[in-house]
């Protein structure tokens, strides 16, 4: 019944910048935290950016100081911000949620279908 719906993912040349949106539905009764991943061809999928409900972020070495991730928590989304956008951040983004929902109370890591970021140099 949970879906994580991401947007915002296209093809943009080196320098430019993408905001990746992910909307949460169903019935949610709470969202601990919320990031993005992402997996380029022969590559392990990598943490790109979490946020938990408390606002407190964590970054890739590789996207710091360029990527900004937030949260509208009534909305149950979380945004990734790319900017100064690199060939190297090529990849499928996947947006990551744990929550609970009203029927089990247990978190549960759930996944978005993923959303293709191409950057042309």
């Known amino acids: 019944q949970v879906q994580l719906v991401e947007s915002g993912g296209g093809l943009v040349q080196a320098g430019g910048s993408l905001r990746l949106s992910c909307a949460a539905s169903g019935s949610i009764f709470s969202i601990n935290d919320m990031g993005w991943f992402r997996q380029a061809p022969g590559k392990q999928r990598e943490l790109v950016a979490s946020?938990?409900?408390?606002?407190?972020?964590n970054y890739a070495d590789s996207v710091k100081g360029r990527f900004i991730i937030s949260r509208d928590n009534p909305k149950n989304t979380v945004y990734l911000q790319m900017n100064s956008l690199k060939p190297e951040d090529t990849a499928v983004y996947y947006c990551n949620a744990v929550l609970t929902t009203y029927t089990n109370v247990i978190p549960v890591n759930y996944w978005g279908q993923g959303t293709q970021v191409t950057v042309s140099s």
């Open positions: 946020i938990i409900r408390g606002g407190i972020t």
